[in-house]
T-cell receptor, first 113, second 114 residues
Framework: GESVGLHLPTLSVQEGDNSIINCAYSNSASDYFIWYKQESGKGPQFIIDIRSNMDKRQGQRVTVLLNKTVKHLSLQIAATQPGDSAVYFCAENSGGSNYKLTFGKGTLLTVNP | ETGVTQSPTHLIKTRGQQVTLRCSSQSGHNTVSWYQQALGQGPQFIFQYYREEENGRGNFPPRFSGLQFPNYSSELNVNALELDDSALYLC?????????????FGSGTRLTVV
């Protein structure tokens, strides 16, 4: 069955360091992936997305890498700041008319000042 | 442009009771999806509504039902509440032709079943 999982449940970094959050997926039909940030008491907030016809996409301080061969996705955050502390989820969608997103369990990122 | 608003923010119910959660979609959005997020887990898709009809459903029993109104707002109803229904319920709105690319989530309703 389809599933999206994360390698590490928690990640602690120093302010200014780069962070890498990993995600594995099992559904070969997945063709769209999104990273969300969820702060305490809030809903998921869109960070960056990538389609399966790409292997890299960059945003402001964030980069998403997609390796379809091993079904692996990563989110890189440059110069991590205390405001980046949150739970990060990857989510996938396999297209069609029903825009269901399948989320992983999440990684808690803690940025130490 | 207003975002997605959900009410109430917190709710405590007794096992066996029924609950209704409400969601107002973001201005201009015509599709609403509901997700259940258990503590420490990722959100799980419950169902989606478009043009006042259910447009897909996840692995949830029939006691989870919903409505969408002409103004695109939506309700999630859960009957015969069980302890495991305790979770954060998230509503997400989007514009149908942008679908997955344009999800906006609300802050959720925290439901506790005792």
């Amino acid at each position: 069955g389809e599933s999206v999982g994360l390698h590490l449940p928690t990640l602690s970094v120093q302010e200014g360091d780069n962070s890498i959050i990993n995600c594995a997926y099992s559904n070969s039909a997945s063709d769209y992936f999104i990273w969300y940030k969820q702060e305490s008491g809030k809903g998921p907030q869109f960070i960056i997305d990538i389609r399966s016809n790409m292997d890299k996409r960059q945003g402001q301080r964030v980069t998403v890498l997609l390796n379809k061969t091993v079904k692996h996705l990563s989110l890189q955050i440059a110069a991590t700041q205390p405001g980046d502390s949150a739970v990060y989820f990857c989510a996938e969608n396999s297209g069609g008319s029903n825009y269901k997103l399948t989320f992983g369990k999440g990684t808690l990122l803690t940025v130490n000042p | 442009e207003t975002g997605v608003t959900q009410s109430p923010t917190h709710l405590i119910k007794t096992r066996g009771q029924q609950v209704t959660l409400r969601c107002s979609s973001q201005s201009g959005h015509n599709t609403v999806s509901w997700y259940q997020q258990a503590l420490g887990q990722g959100p799980q898709f419950i169902f989606q509504y478009y043009r006042e009809e259910e447009n897909g459903r996840g692995n949830f029993p029939p006691r989870f039902s919903g409505l969408q109104f002409p103004n695109y707002s939506s309700e999630l109803n859960v009957n015969a509440l069980e302890l495991d229904d305790s979770a954060l319920y998230l509503c997400a709105s989007s514009l149908a032709n942008r679908g997955r690319h344009g999800y906006t989530f609300g802050s959720g309703t925290r439901l506790t079943v005792v």
